[in-house]
């Protein structure tokens, strides 16, 4: 008894190369030592590897040439393992054909549904701890700042509107650019206090 042990990036070709490598021998059983392996992208990391065992005792000179295709020299090889052995060849093939019917399967990822605002939360995006908090922290800036103004605070679904009675600086621009600025603190102050997400939140100071 003699034996071939060949590695390719399938079963199939595999066996096959080893059964040509043979001389084509009529009668030989296969054992599978490892199986193909393959990376997301499709490409081969791990080769098969099997083993071919053959008579070379019956390989006569009488014995008719055969060109056997990849499915008949898998059936020839299965016919001729023994009971236990051929059990074992079927089920890790299934498993080949199970791994390959599953790549050709599209993928079906589970969504994971979005959560829902509660209630309170739409009918009252910016709630009353916040404007406290926005209450306070203008209070201590323009305190800091020896501004003596007036504002008032108006929640209007995502905006939180900050209207002063008059501007704070004469200039129009430096105006301005102390609004932005004290907005843009403002709401981020709000984030890392109440360490929550403000995405379409929005702080807007005004002069009435």
Known sequence: MKSIIEEASSITKA???AWKRADQPNEFSIRIFELPQKNMFGFTTKSAKIGIFYDESKKGND???????QPQAQQNSQQHLAPKERVQK??????VTKEKDLAKQPQHQAQTPKPK????????P??????NFTQDWLNDVVTQLNIN??????PERYHLKIAFERPIFEDENKNRAFFRNCAHLLLQSIRNKFKRPLKGFKVVLTVE
């Open 15 to 17: 066996i096959e190369s």
């Open 63 to 69: 014995r008719q040439p055969q060109h056997h295709t």
């Open 90 to 95: 079927q089920s890790q093939l299934h498993v």
């Open 117 to 124: 605002r509660v209630d309170s939360e739409q009918s009252d």
């Open 126 to 131: 910016w709630n009353k701890d916040m404007v």
């Open 149 to 154: 103004k007036k504002f008032r605070i108006t």
